[in-house]
C-alpha cells in the first residue's frame, strides 16, 4: 500500500480529529504540523513527534508530504489551500471549505490545473446513521419525501467568543450559528433530500456580542417538490443534540446525533428491526461542547479521501460537494437581509 505523507496547518481545537485518526490509518503518516503560534506547534509536534513549523509555506517545501489538511480560521482557508495546491500537494479543508464562493471557485479550478485532489470534512455523511437513511431514499422506501427538517440547537457561550477575536466576524467566521456550527446540517439537508431550489429566511443576533447570526430559520424548497425547514442557534440555553428528519408518505426516520430513533415504513422489511439496536453512546452535551464529539466519522472522512488520493478518483465529499452548503448558506443570509425568496443556484 502506497503510504501517504500528511501535514497539517493549524493546531486548534480541531487538530486531534485529524491528527489521532491518521496515527490509526494503515497507509498514513503524518510528518508534520504548522501554526503561526509558535508554542502550539511545537506542542503539537512534541505530542505527535513530527516536525513543527511556524509558517507553514516552509512546511509545503517538504519532497515528503503529499496531503496538506488544512485546520485553520474558515476565511483563511482559500489562501493556504491555494498555498499548498501550488506546491502540488492534495488538499483537505475542514469544515466549511472557505466562506466565500469565489474563494472555493478558486481552489476547485487550481485543484483541477495542478491534478491534485480537493476535498471537505463533512463527517456527517459517513455516520452509520445517514448511510442507511440515503439507502432508504434511494431505494424509495419513503415513497414520495414531503417534509425535511434539521435542528442544530447548540449553545456557546460569551467566554466562547470571546477566545479568540476571529470567532462571530463576517471576515475570518465568514457567519455564526450556520455557516460554523450548523453547516453540517445544511450540508446534510441537502445532501439526503436533494438540491435545494429556492430558501426564504430569517437571522438574527439575539443574545450574543458578535457581528454574525446566533440564531436562524429556514424555509426550503427542494427540487423534488418538498419542504425543507432548518434551524440554527448558538444563543439557548443548555444546548441539544442535533436532530434530522426525513418524512414520506411511506415512512418516516428521525436521527438524534448519531443515532436513529424512529424507523417507520408502511412496509417492514428484514433487518428494520435492527436498526434501531444500532446506538452508539451518545454524549448529550454534543450540543454545548464541540470537544464532546468523538473522531470515529472524521476516520471515515479521512479515509475516504486517502483511498481517492491513493486510486486516482474524485473524493466522496469533494471541493463540488463542499461548495453547496456555503452557497445554500450564503443564500439564506441573503434571503434574510432582503426578505425575499431567493433561487439557488446562488451568486454573491
Given amino acids: 500500500m502506497k503510504e501517504i505523507r500528511c ?3 493549524g493546531c486548534g481545537t480541531i487538530l486531534p480529529w485529524h491528527a489521532n485518526p491518521l496515527e490509526r490509518i494503515e497507509g498514513a503518516q503524518l510528518v508534520a504540523v504548522a501554526d503561526a503560534a509558535k508554542e ?51 488538499v483537505l479543508i475542514e469544515k466549511p471549505i472557505e466562506i466565500q464562493l469565489d474563494r472555493i471557485d478558486a481552489l476547485i479550478d487550481a485543484a483541477r490545473g495542478k491534478g491534485v485532489k480537493l476535498g471537505g470534512v463533512f463527517q456527517m455523511r459517513f455516520y452509520p446513521s445517514t448511510i442507511k437513511l440515503v439507502d432508504a431514499v434511494k431505494s ?12 442544530n440547537k447548540s449553545m456557546r457561550t460569551i467566554e466562547y467568543y470571546n477566545k479568540d477575536a476571529w470567532r462571530g466576524t463576517w471576515q475570518f467566521d465568514g457567519g455564526g450559528a450556520l455557516m460554523n ?52 442557534t448558538t ?8 436532530t434530522f428528519f426525513i418524512h414520506g408518505e411511506r415512512g418516516s426516520v428521525a436521527v ?29 452535551s454534543t450540543g454545548s461542547d464541540p470537544k464532546a464529539h ?23 465529499v469533494s471541493g463540488e460537494e463542499a461548495r453547496k452548503s456555503v452557497e ?9 437581509k432582503t426578505g425575499k425568496w431567493v433561487e439557488l443556484p446562488f451568486t454573491t
Fill in 7 to 9: 501535514g497539517i496547518v
Fill in 40 to 90: 502550539r506547534a511545537q506542542e503539537a509536534a512534541k505530542i505527535y513527534g513530527v516536525d513543527a513549523y511556524e509558517d507553514y509555506h516552509q512546511m509545503l517545501k517538504r519532497d515528503d508530504l503529499d496531503l496538506v489538511h488544512i485546520c485553520t480560521i474558515s476565511g483563511t482557508h482559500g489562501t493556504i489551500g491555494l498555498d499548498a495546491i501550488s506546491a502540488g500537494k492534495h
Fill in 140 to 151: 424509495g422506501r419513503f415513497g414520495k419525501i414531503v417534509l425535511a427538517e434539521y435542528e
Fill in 181 to 232: 456550527q450548523g453547516v453540517h446540517g445544511v450540508d446534510i439537508i441537502q445532501y439526503v433530500a436533494g438540491p435545494v431550489t429556492r430558501v426564504c429566511a430569517l437571522t438574527k443576533t439575539l443574545t450574543r456580542p458578535i457581528e454574525v447570526e446566533d440564531t436562524a430559520a429556514a424555509v426550503m424548497e427542494f427540487q423534488s417538490g418538498a419542504i425543507g425547514i432548518l434551524k440554527g
Fill in 235 to 242: 444563543s439557548l440555553y443548555p444546548g441539544f443534540p442535533s
Fill in 256 to 284: 438524534q446525533g448519531e443515532n436513529i430513533i424512529t424507523w417507520q415504513f408502511d412496509e417492514t422489511l428484514p433487518g428494520d428491526d435492527e436498526v434501531m439496536k444500532a446506538k452508539r453512546d451518545m454524549n448529550l
Fill in 294 to 316: 468523538t473522531d470515529t466519522a472524521h476516520e471515515s472522512c479521512i479515509r475516504s479521501f486517502l483511498e481517492a488520493v491513493r486510486e486516482d478518483k474524485t473524493p466522496s
Fill in 328 to 336: 445554500l448558506i450564503l443564500a439564506i443570509y441573503h434571503s434574510s
